[in-house]
């Protein structure tokens, strides 16, 4: 069974900063997957990737197969990106597995 | 296009009844999945189905839970009965078939 752990738990940084959350997890994925969730509950999916790197507006995820690490970072962070992202690993047959999610505030 | 709707949002309950919660999947989607997200936790899945039949409910309590997909698109999720512990949101998603999937809104169950 994977086991998905992420950091940190909870970050609290100032608008503009460069923000990194990273993934690690334990068995070897056929994909991996970044979500965003914000308060009320609703997740949206922002990154799957198998390998490499993935960029979307400020937001850019890399993954590393080898080393079974993931790092989501955010570039020029807002406060409208205050969430919780949560690393989810696998996919395919075996499902996903989250991690419990890093609780993200940018303040302004 | 329409997402991943899911009803209802909120629902209170007291221990020992029953509720169902219902989802209706992105058209098209052939996998549909049901979490179960505890507070504090990332979503722990309970069952997956692709198209109407069940690919994994391994983690699914199926003793007090149950699911459907009869034709293959909405599904209902049903706990008889609830438990305080079963207080959490639940999440629908869908894919294609196993891959980026969807995530509804969710439901936030209250079990008091």
């Known amino acids: 069974k994977n086991e998905v752990e992420q950091s940190p738990q909870n970050l609290t940084a100032q608008e503009g900063e460069f923000i990194t959350i990273n993934c690690s997890y334990s068995v070897g994925i056929s994909a991996l997957h970044w979500l965003q969730q914000h308060p009320g509950g609703g997740i949206v999916s922002l990154f799957m990737l198998s390998s490499g790197k993935k960029k979307h507006g400020r937001l850019i995820a890399t993954i590393n197969i080898q080393e079974k690490h993931s790092s989501l970072h955010i570039t020029a962070s807002h406060p409208r990106d205050s969430a919780v992202y949560i690393c989810?690993?696998?996919?395919?047959?075996?499902?996903?597995?989250f991690g419990k999610g890093t609780h993200l505030i940018i303040q302004p | 296009e329409a997402g991943v709707a899911q009803s209802p949002r909120y629902k209170i309950i007291e221990k020992r009844q029953s509720v169902a919660f219902w989802c209706n999947p992105i058209s098209g989607h052939a996998t549909l999945y049901w979490y179960q997200q505890i507070l504090g936790q990332g979503p722990k899945l309970l069952i997956q189905?692709?198209?109407?039949?069940?690919?994994?409910d391994s983690q699914l309590p199926k003793d007090r839970f149950s699911a459907e997909r009869l034709k293959g698109v909405d599904s209902t999720l049903k706990i008889q009965p609830a438990k305080l512990e079963d207080s959490a949101v639940y999440l629908c998603?869908?894919?294609?078939?196993?891959?980026?999937?969807?995530f509804g809104p969710g439901t936030r169950l209250t079990v008091l």
């Open positions: 998603a869908s894919s294609l078939w196993t891959d980026t999937q969807y």
């Open positions: 989810a690993a696998g996919g395919g047959a075996d499902g996903l597995t």
């Open positions: 189905f692709q198209n109407n039949g069940v690919v994994d």
